[in-house]
């Protein structure tokens, strides 16, 4: 089992930006990381990815540009800096982990979740 603890949600204005942070309990070396959001009354949508071996990483296009993930291998941490933050970007925020590497932005791939992170963007 693998336990995904996130962090660094809240509260910020319009323009503003959040850092999130996914700690995992353990590191495997094939895995992929992603983000996903779910807002009230929409289905849960893949942010952003990272493959642990090589470093890809993948964005949606409605988050390219603004946010961006990265990682610190010693701390097994995966990280979500977004910037520019709108009010449409207002949901709960999960990072996931896929055991065999398959950096994807489709939520069903992934085999351990966190539980979430709020975040709100409002004025």
């Known amino acids: 089992q693998v336990q995904l603890v996130e962090s660094g949600g809240g509260l910020v204005q319009p323009g503003g930006s959040l850092r999130l942070s996914c700690a995992a309990s353990a590191t495997l070396r094939n895995s992929a990381i992603g983000w996903f959001r779910q807002a009230p009354g929409k289905e849960r949508e893949g942010v952003s990815c990272i493959r642990n071996s090589d470093g890809t990483t993948y964005y949606a296009d409605s988050v390219k540009g603004r946010f961006t993930i990265s990682r610190d291998s010693a701390k097994n941490t995966v990280y979500l800096q977004m910037n520019s933050l709108n009010p449409e970007n207002t949901a709960v925020y999960y990072c996931?982990?896929?055991?065999?590497?398959?950096?994807?932005?489709?939520?069903?791939?992934?085999?351990?979740w966190g539980h979430g992170t709020q975040v709100t963007v409002s004025s």
């Open positions: 996931a982990l896929e055991v065999g590497g398959l950096a994807t932005l489709r939520p069903y791939a992934y085999d351990y």
